[in-house]
């Protein structure tokens, strides 16, 4: 069974500090996915990563995808209040089926 | 573009009781995914169609949950009978088949709260 765990669970912190979270597991994934979800709705894509070694960046959070295709981070550079919310990695198995796997997700307030 | 939509928004319910959950993903997806999402946590992947067919269930309670997807739109989640441990939100999302980069877009889900 592939797993995915994120570190930190919560993270508090105040307005303009950087953060960064972690996904980890000890399968390969063909690509891996960062979505945020808001209280009362659904999760909304990120970004998708799917070369090992690979980063991307969507103006202040950063994307990257470890060589060996296992784990990833999202570093976020002076964070504001409306980056709160709860972030999950998903990654796609694979086999081909489009199966996806969420991380456990890290929950982020940001202080104002 | 119309989004995945879900319904009902909010259910509660005694345990031993059943409850369906019905969901219409995006016009042309094949790909529709039931995940379970406990507070707080990441989701679970119940059950994953490609068109009318499944193509993984292996997380799916089948002693009492199911859920069909029969004409190839539109798919219902049954419960039957609840238990205490089934609160939680349902969350319906669909794809595009094919490529790597596939995005999941997920409907607002449907609260369950079993008492």
């Known amino acids: 069974t592939q797993l995915l765990e994120q570190s930190p669970q919560f993270l508090s912190i105040q307005e303009g500090e950087n953060l960064t979270v972690y996904c980890n597991s000890s399968?390969?994934?063909?690509?891996l996915q960062w979505y945020r979800q808001e209280p009362g709705e659904g999760p909304v894509l990120l970004v998708t990563?799917?070369?090992?070694?690979e980063v991307k960046k969507l103006k202040r959070l950063t994307f990257q995808f470890g060589d060996a295709r296992k784990d990833s981070s999202l570093h976020i550079t002076a964070a504001q209040p409306g980056d709160t919310g709860l972030y999950l990695c998903a990654g796609r198995a694979t086999s081909g089926t489009y199966k996806y796997i969420f991380g456990t997700g890290t929950r982020l307030k940001v202080l104002a | 573009e119309a989004g995945v939509a879900q319904s009902p928004r909010y259910k509660i319910i005694e345990k031993r009781q059943s409850v369906a959950f019905w969901c219409n993903p995006i016009s042309g997806h094949a790909t529709l995914y039931w995940y379970q999402q406990i507070l707080g946590q990441g989701p679970k992947l119940l059950i994953q169609f490609q068109n009318n067919g499944v193509v993984d269930d292996s997380q799916l309670p089948k002693d009492r949950f199911s859920a069909e997807r029969l004409k190839g739109v539109d798919s219902t989640l049954k419960i039957q009978p609840a238990k205490l441990e089934d609160s939680a939100v349902y969350l319906c999302?669909?794809?595009?088949?094919?490529?790597?980069?596939?995005?999941?877009?997920f409907g607002e889900g449907s609260r369950l709260t079993v008492l």
């Open positions: 399968s390969v994934f063909s690509s």
């Open positions: 999302a669909s794809s595009r088949l094919g490529g790597n980069t596939g995005e999941l877009f």
């Open positions: 990563v799917v070369t090992g070694g």
